[in-house]
């Protein structure tokens, strides 16, 4: 027998009709369809506008936009090489985004960029529910403004996103991170803090103590969030420029009547992280808790080799923990686009006049499905209803030789007959 393949564990294959498959349902392509267009035109209202940036990057720009020490970099990244290149599968798109602007001098277009993207994104992490080695984010990049409305209205346009499916169990949490001036010393406080607790420490923080101490505040580790809860906070260390900043973000969310809780320990864990961070969570998402992530990266432009700093706020999201929380929230998505008119003919004349007159309907705009295997009636019609169709035209010999066809609405089931040259008026 010659060997089939399968999908990358990790990866999914997205299908017409919905599937589980090892306890996780991929939604159709239809539902994804419904979720991809929500977001467009959500975007779209607070004007933000798409940036598509290649699957590939050279490993460089990856290395210092998402930065060395993280996870991302040092195991999770696809990575290959051809000749002297070193590149990699994009494990997310805000160093992508950050390299376009920079490369087509997005910043001499005047005034501020808003960039919204959305596509699969790669990171070979080990796959478990909400966790896949390809998956599909979506976010945005407010590029060159400081003003703290610019960091309030990442959060509007995110919350907004997921209200407008319906969901209701959000937690937004925010907390400020102050600047890379008084970074050094909360990382002093933190290393002084957990080093007599060192031997209470997992390996992966007790490596982290030593080089990236902040990083330790995002363990998943219920005995490490314990001590965590005594630590040093980061809003005791932060200066009175990024304080003022986080007092005005938080006034903003509350003017634009978004709730959220401050949490100290909230953390983004990298050097160019500055001022606010926020996490968007959902309690029906198991292990895997954040719908989202953002916050503000001044310093990044020029870790990526802008002569300036360039202020940025935004944020990054999983589509496929948008399905899990609608999921969770008892949220159906529409599972099929619809179709406008199935022709169900019945002998050969009439199949010839079905395969002539679908196409003509097509060209006309209309959605329209035939049956391709001469089969029933019985067996049409119920084909009919697997494609959601809202009318059903039925053609056989008697009609080709009448000039008339029967048209039945499949909701009230009312039949009635018309002329074939007044069916598509009929249909439209
Ligand atoms: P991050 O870039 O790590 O802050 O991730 C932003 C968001 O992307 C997360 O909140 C998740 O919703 C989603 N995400 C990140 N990694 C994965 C993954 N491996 N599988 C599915 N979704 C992910």
């Not at 060395?68 to 999770?76: C, F, N, P």
């Not at 809860?229 to 634009?256: C, M, N, W």
Request: aromatic share 10%; proline share 4%; with cysteine.
């Amino acid at each position: 027998m010659s060997k089939t393949f399968q999908n990358i564990p990790g990866t999914f294959d997205i299908l017409p009709e919905a599937f589980t498959s090892d306890g996780t349902t991929v939604e159709s392509s239809a539902s994804w369809h419904y979720v991809e267009e929500r977001i467009r035109e959500v975007m779209a209202h607070y004007r933000f506008h798409e940036i598509r940036t290649p699957i590939f990057e050279p490993t460089e720009l990856i290395a210092r936009g998402v930065g060395e020490l993280t996870d991302i970099v040092s195991k999770e990244m696809f990575a290959f090489e051809r000749g002297d290149t070193h590149y990699v599968l994009r494990p997310e798109l805000t160093a992508p985004a950050i390299r376009a602007y920079l490369q087509h001098h997005l910043a001499q277009k005047g005034g501020i960029q808003k960039l919204y993207y959305m596509g699969p994104c790669f990171r070979a992490e080990k796959p478990q529910k909400g966790r896949y080695r390809q998956f599909h984010q979506f976010g945005v990049e407010i590029i060159g403004a400081i003003d703290a409305r610019a960091d309030a209205e990442t959060v509007a346009v995110l919350i907004q996103i997921y209200k407008s499916f319906g969901l209701k169990d959000l937690v937004l949490k925010i907390n400020s991170l102050g600047d890379e001036k008084c970074r050094p010393a909360y990382k002093t406080a933190l290393q002084e803090y957990f080093e007599p607790l060192a031997s209470k420490l997992s390996e992966t923080s007790r490596k982290r103590l030593k080089t990236n101490p902040l990083r330790i505040l995002d363990t998943k580790i219920e005995d490490e969030q314990e001590l965590i809860q005594g630590a040093p906070r980061l809003v005791d260390f932060i200066d009175d420029a990024s304080r003022e900043h986080y007092e005005d973000v938080k006034g903003h969310l509350t003017a634009l009547e978004i709730p959220f809780v401050e949490d100290p320990f909230l953390v983004r864990g990298l050097d160019y992280y500055t001022r606010t961070a926020y996490e968007l969570d959902s309690p029906h998402l198991g292990a895997q808790s954040t719908l989202a992530g953002g916050g503000r990266y001044d310093l990044l432009a020029q870790e990526l080799g802008s002569s300036e700093a360039i202020p940025a706020v935004g944020f990054a999201a999983g589509i496929e923990r948008l399905f899990l929380a609608l999921d969770g929230e008892g949220i159906a998505l529409p599972d099929a686009e619809q179709t406008d008119v199935y022709i169900i003919a019945l002998g050969d004349g009439a199949e010839k006049w079905a395969f002539k007159t679908a196409n003509e309907w097509r060209v006309a705009g209309l959605r329209v499905a035939f049956d391709l295997q001469g089969r029933s009636m019985k067996a049409q019609m119920r084909d009919a209803n697997r494609h959601g169709a809202s009318k059903v035209v039925i053609v056989g010999d008697d009609e080709l030789t009448s000039g008339k066809a029967i048209v039945r609405q499949m909701e009230t089931g009312d039949q009635e007959t018309a002329p074939f040259d007044g069916l598509l008026a009929l249909i439209r």
